[in-house]
């Protein structure tokens, strides 16, 4: 018996595996409404490519890449990110023209994110944390990017309170993490995705000592800012490149958050996050200068203000900490001498 193989091999089609001659056409198979896996719904269908959502495996595995090319190059509107697929296969690619952030968007919202939209904020900030306060304020402007787009403001809600409950785990890595937290949710709410009345509902509910922390850092934040109002500075920008009036404005900043905190260590790791130490001077003429325009006003609750201002000036002076032109910017007011029977007629000062 002649095997087919060798039929088709007599007639020029090739070999084992081949079907048909080369450049020949077959015409469109007609169904068989008789084949008993015939079926109707197939008829007139239209097919298209379907991206399962992410787990939270993948989601992680997944976003790190795409998040930290985002810090490395500084801005969207420098790098592209996009994801091709091929069959199976997922390959991070960078598309080679410039991008806006809407591309940024576009690209996650292919990767079918599902129910892992919350998780975006959670793993940027997750991983700002432990880069530099740069990184920070890309990553503050890109959560102001997604929101209304790719996520919406239920979505950063939900991301925060996550972050919130996460706070002592992240501490073991970052000590710094309920502070930086805090000032996290201080731009949000002053970029506005996320509400004014955010902070107020975890009043009286928080056991967590870290929370605590994250949600007093962001009431501080905006109580320095009436209104809520967008606080691009929330994070500074490091380096010597800075322009002098943006400095004062920082050092501005920083005492007026240590003086409604309190928190003399926070105070002093916001300085050394300017890298500017031949500017620290600032620090103390901005605190000098401030005192030096309070003073009446102080003067009203501590009668002795003026003269205990004096002292303290001059002694600062002798000591070398602040420089003669300080010194001699300090208010002074004419103070009253009087004479005390058994002083001998001479000239008292105040007393303290």
Same mark, same amino acid.
């Given at each position: 018996?002649?095997?087919?193989?060798?039929?088709?091999?007599?007639?020029?089609?090739?070999?084992?595996?081949?079907?048909?001659?080369?450049?020949?056409?077959? *015409?469109?198979?007609?169904?068989?409404?008789?084949?008993?896996?015939?079926?109707?719904?197939?008829?007139?269908?239209?097919?298209?490519?379907?991206?399962?959502?992410?787990?939270?495996?993948?989601?992680?595995?997944?976003?790190?890449?795409?998040?930290?090319?985002?810090?490395?190059?500084?801005?969207?509107?420098?790098?592209?990110?996009?994801?091709?697929?091929?069959?199976?296969?997922?390959?991070?690619?960078?598309?080679?023209?410039?991008?806006?952030?809407?591309?940024?968007?576009?690209?996650?919202?292919?990767?079918?994110?599902?129910?892992?939209?919350?998780?975006?904020?959670?793993? #940027?900030?997750?991983?700002?944390?432990?880069?530099?306060?740069? &990184?920070?304020?890309?990553?503050?402007?890109?959560?102001? *990017?997604?929101?209304?787009?790719?996520?919406?403001?239920?979505?950063?809600?939900?991301?925060? !309170?996550?972050?919130?409950? *996460?706070?002592?785990?992240?501490?073991?890595?970052?000590?710094? #993490?309920?502070?930086?937290?805090?000032?996290?949710?201080?731009?949000?709410?002053?970029?506005?995705?996320?509400?004014?009345?955010?902070?107020?509902?975890?009043?009286?509910?928080? !056991?967590?000592?870290?929370?605590?922390?994250?949600?007093?850092?962001?009431?501080?934040?905006?109580?320095?800012?009436?209104?809520?109002?967008?606080?691009?500075?929330?994070?500074?920008?490091?380096?010597?490149?800075?322009?002098?009036?943006?400095?004062?404005?920082?050092?501005?900043?920083?005492?007026?958050?240590?003086?409604?905190?309190? *928190?003399?260590?926070?105070?002093?790791?916001?300085?050394?996050?300017?890298?500017?130490?031949?500017? &620290?001077?600032?620090?103390?003429?901005?605190?000098?200068?401030?005192?030096?325009?309070?003073?009446?006003?102080?003067?009203?609750?501590?009668?002795?203000?003026?003269?205990?201002?004096?002292?303290?000036?001059?002694?600062?002076?002798?000591?070398?900490?602040?420089?003669?032109?300080?010194?001699?910017?300090?208010?002074?007011?004419?103070?009253?001498?009087?004479?005390?029977?058994?002083?001998?007629?001479?000239?008292?000062?105040?007393?303290?």
């Amino acid at each position: 018996m002649v095997e087919w193989i060798d039929i088709f091999r007599w007639c020029g089609a090739g070999g084992k595996g081949v079907w048909g001659t080369p450049g020949q056409v077959y *015409d469109v198979e007609e169904v068989d409404v008789r084949d008993p896996n015939y079926d109707d719904d197939q008829e007139n269908c239209v097919y298209e490519t379907v991206v399962l959502p992410l787990d939270e495996t993948a989601f992680e595995k997944t976003l790190t890449p795409i998040i930290q090319e985002y810090f490395e190059h500084g801005d969207t509107n420098e790098v592209a990110i996009g994801f091709v697929y091929s069959g199976r296969e997922r390959s991070l690619v960078r598309l080679e023209r410039p991008s806006e952030s809407r591309q940024f968007q576009e690209m996650l919202r292919d990767l079918n994110l599902g129910e892992m939209k919350s998780g975006v904020p959670v793993l #940027a900030v997750s991983l700002a944390l432990e880069g530099k306060a740069s &990184h920070r304020e890309m990553t503050s402007k890109l959560l102001s *990017d997604l929101c209304g787009t790719v996520m919406s403001t239920n979505d950063v809600e939900k991301s925060f !309170d996550k972050l919130l409950k *996460d706070l002592p785990e992240l501490a073991l890595d970052t000590p710094r #993490a309920p502070q930086l937290v805090g000032q996290f949710i201080a731009r949000a709410v002053g970029d506005g995705i996320l509400c004014n009345t955010y902070i107020d509902s975890y009043k009286g509910t928080v !056991d967590c000592v870290q929370a605590r922390a994250a949600l007093d850092k962001a009431t501080v934040l905006l109580s320095m800012s009436k209104g809520g109002k967008r606080k691009d500075s929330v994070w500074g920008s490091g380096g010597g490149q800075q322009s002098v009036n943006h400095l004062v404005k920082e050092i501005d900043m920083l005492l007026k958050e240590y003086l409604l905190s309190g *928190d003399i260590a926070e105070a002093e790791h916001c300085l050394k996050e300017l890298e500017v130490p031949h500017f &620290h001077h600032e620090l103390v003429y901005e605190g000098y200068e401030r005192i030096y325009n309070e003073i009446p006003d102080i003067n009203l609750d501590v009668p002795h203000s003026y003269s205990v201002l004096e002292r303290f000036v001059e002694e600062c002076f002798q000591a070398g900490i602040i420089s003669k032109q300080v010194r001699d910017l300090c208010p002074s007011r004419g103070r009253k001498r009087f004479v005390s029977e058994g002083d001998g007629g001479r000239l008292k000062p105040e007393s303290y």
